[in-house]
């Protein structure tokens, strides 16, 4: 097992060998998200600006189940520390029926999507390549719950390199379906915003066949019995979702948090929205890397806490901690040095009000370099509660701080904006310096909780 060899040794080895294929495959989803944005960028800045917030608000819809999916990965890496093999293949099934329920939900909703996206206050254009974006990532969502699903399973069974290779798959195919369909390569009519919505749609439901031919195959099917599982989900999906629905809603609540950070942005044009999605382009790249890390901790954890063993998870998650600050003080050197080069890779001479997004998103970067820090905190010590069980207090903690310190001021922002704004900052910056208090009290509650220890005590099992 993991755990069992790892921790003879290096602790960090232990780590990297987990996290760092994880870390990889989220880094892989943000560069073909800044590929997507990159070929859009091409054709307008409406569509620029459209694709950050149609991307979004479809994560919006989605994420419940993704929390929900995801959380399969603790389950199976408890019971495997526990020796326990054919309650591994069980629990992945109700991760797969909330990933049909999820896929389904998102197709119901294509509808109402216009009356969504009117929120924002950007042009004509924009808001039709919004429809026309989040159309297709709607459909799009039940592949993406699948794979996550599948994906989080094989994470879960210590096959992280796995994963890594259906991520580098997995992106390549979307980055050249993208440039097929979005520039009408080889012959293909040039669909423009449609066809990147397209690339990504075919991209996902292409990755499905080989991992459904790895997490049904015949060496895990034999080990874990994935496919026998099917006949004995149904009296465990209670225990299932009493773990896995705090984590769906502390997710949902803060993706929804941030989605109306975003429409706040929105409400002040075309430019500080591309500005925007400028810097928190790259801040992704710092960002999702971490949540890699954080499963990976999430991981190692729930098998030592299924060996009973939570010294070891301790050692683990101080080890995790230590990578991850070293990894996001590096991207915030990169944010406050190499500001200008960054912000000019989506800047195109057929850019409208070029030198306002630039002088807006420089400064973005600059307080992008704040959220490296909070971020890596709170991430690596949610993940350690979340691998031992501790998912209720966590949730409910940080779900209400996004809802007091995020959502309520940049409510008043929008209303209040230009007599506050006077003589002091622009609005979006107000924004941000906002969003990096959320941050903060974040991070300060996460450690609270972890070094109150309840996680020692939990159990998924």
Known sequence: MLSSLSFRGSALGAVLRLSLPLMLSMALGVIQQTIDRFFLSHISEDALAASFPAGLIVAVLQVFFIGA???????AAQHRGADEHTMVGTMLWPSLIIAVIGGLFCGILIPVL????????VSAMAQEHMNTLGTWYCLAALPILLFNAGSSFLSGINRAFQVLLFSIVAAILNCALNALFVFGLMGLPEMGVAGAGLGTFLAQCIILIPLTSIVFGPQVRKLYHTWAGRHHWRPHFRRYIYYALPQSFRDFFELFSWQYFFVAIGFYGTTALAANNIAVGWAMFSFMPLIGISQGISIIVGENIGMKKPTAAHRATQVGLRFALFYSFIWSALFCLCTDPLIDFFIHENTQNSDDIRSLARLLLYCAAFWNVTDAVQYI??????????????????????????????????????????????????LWAISGVALFLQMFLMILRYRRGNWRHASVR
């Open 381 to 430: 010590l949610r993940g350690a509660c979340s691998g031992a069980g501790d998912t209720w207090w966590p949730s409910l903690a940080l779900s209400s701080v996004n809802i007091i310190t995020l959502v309520t001021p940049c409510y008043l922002v929008i209303h209040y904006a230009p007599n506050m704004a006077d003589g002091m900052m622009h609005p979006v910056l107000l």
């Open 114 to 121: 216009p009356t969504i996206f009117n929120w924002y206050e």
């Open 69 to 75: 999916t995801a959380y399969v990965g603790t389950f």
